[in-house]
């Protein structure tokens, strides 16, 4: 279990890593995706499969969608279209496959040689979950929504103006 722990941990550092100095924007997003399934294997070997999940849907799912959603609005033009089909070829994916295969393995290894990891306390039902963040952390769950709806209305203002500026995409 230690083996995977680590290997999912230098996976996760190394993939985020990669997304602060990617300069494609699709890259970047790729390998965020592999940086958070990192994070949710760590969680499922440390005994919070609950936790696992949520990573997986939450962030690796419908925030992902989110910013998927975000660099359609920015809508950058012809230029941008060329460059999509680039992204269509193998070397492009195959950072964050390799990275994504590794994680499989460990997943698929912890499933049928190492069986379920034992919690390390006690165990947390979604019920008590949704009590913590609707109870005495809703100001923090409120301020995150706005935070990321503020990045996502500058990010359309950003985009939207360079748009219209002659000269902009």
């Not at 993939?15 to 790729?30: C, G, W």
Request: charged share 10%.
């Amino acid at each position: 279990m230690n083996t995977v722990f680590y290997m999912s941990a230098i996976i996760a550092v190394a993939s985020t890593a990669m997304v602060i100095m990617e300069r494609k924007a699709v890259h970047a997003l790729l390998y965020l995706i592999v940086s958070l399934l990192a994070v949710a294997v760590i969680f499922f070997v440390l005994g919070a499969p609950f936790m696992a999940a949520l990573e997986v849907l939450i962030y690796a799912g419908a925030i992902m969608v989110l910013f998927v959603f975000v660099m359609m609005l920015l809508n950058l033009g012809g230029a941008a279209a060329g460059q999509e089909r680039q992204w269509l070829h193998a070397r492009a994916w195959s950072g964050p496959g390799i990275l994504a295969a590794v994680l499989l393995a460990e997943v698929v290894y912890v499933l049928t040689c190492a069986g379920w990891p034992k919690p390390t306390g006690g165990v947390v039902e979604p019920r008590q979950v949704g009590a913590a963040l609707f109870g005495p952390y809703v100001l923090g769950v409120e301020l995150a929504s706005l935070v990321l709806l503020a990045a996502l209305l500058g990010a359309y203002h950003l985009g939207r103006r360079a748009a219209h500026e002659p000269g902009g995409p």
